[in-house]
């Protein structure tokens, strides 16, 4: 485990720490194993979805995933689908592909393919995507409803903890700078603190 602390802001000082763990399967044990019943309300997941949920390197290439109809394999749905029944609507989807960029084709594909990964009897599997989340000045209003939606939820909780699967990439070594961003809005406009625990992918 690596652990960094943010330089103090206000009256409290949040901390990124991240677990590295083989598969998704793996980071759901970890996870399940770290929330505390009588904190359940006060936990969120945000899970992204290329090398998490579409664990093979070769989807995030354009085209292939449509090409090859790729599809979220059993073993992740239904590690999926616990997370789900833990954390309810607090588990989040956050992705950086845009479906509307034709440059990606597979883009809209790999999003209509993990939306459909929804309880016919509960709410949507909230997604926000468009996030360019290792650029602070790109996709801010993505990254605005991001902050309003967790605001809403959980703007009643004075301490928060934030889960998050992502996987290992060489294009994504500052992987932490989205989600300390997103903890310091969470600060500023509702006055909620949270700290991070962050589960790498790293086969």
């Known amino acids: 485990m690596e652990s960094e602390n943010m330089l103090e802001k206000g009256t409290y000082t949040p901390s990124y720490n991240?677990?590295?763990?083989?598969s998704f399967e793996d980071a759901v044990v970890e996870i399940a194993s770290e929330t505390d019943e009588d904190e359940k309300g006060n936990e969120i997941l945000l899970c992204d979805i290329d090398?998490?949920?579409?664990?093979?390197?070769?989807?995030?290439?354009?085209?292939?995933?449509?090409?090859?109809?790729?599809?979220?394999?059993?073993?992740?749905?239904?590690?999926l689908w616990f997370l789900r029944e833990e954390f309810g609507d607090r588990l989040m989807v956050?992705?950086?592909?845009?479906?509307?960029?034709?440059?990606?084709?597979?883009?809209?594909?790999?999003?209509?393919?993990?939306?459909?990964?929804?309880?016919?009897?509960?709410?949507?599997?909230?997604?926000?995507?468009?996030?360019y989340k290792q650029f602070p000045f790109l996709g801010r209003e993505n990254k605005?409803?991001?902050?309003?939606?967790?605001?809403?939820?959980?703007?009643?909780?004075?301490?928060?903890t934030i889960f998050a699967i992502e996987d290992w990439s060489t294009v994504s070594l500052n992987r932490k700078?989205?989600?300390?961003e997103l903890v310091s809005h969470l600060y500023k406009q509702y006055g909620i603190r949270s700290d991070i625990l962050n589960y790498v992918i790293k086969r």
């Open 177 to 180: 700078t989205y989600l300390l």
């Open 18 to 22: 991240e677990v590295f763990c083989k």
């Open 51 to 79: 090398g998490v949920l579409f664990p093979n390197v070769l989807d995030k290439l354009p085209v292939y995933a449509l090409w090859n109809n790729s599809e979220i394999p059993d073993d992740i749905q239904s590690h």
């Open 94 to 131: 956050l992705t950086n592909r845009n479906p509307e960029l034709n440059l990606f084709l597979s883009s809209e594909y790999i999003v209509d393919r993990t939306r459909e990964i929804t309880d016919p009897e509960g709410a949507e599997l909230k997604i926000f995507d468009s996030l």
């Open 144 to 160: 605005r409803e991001v902050v309003e939606h967790i605001g809403e939820i959980c703007e009643d909780m004075g301490d928060l």
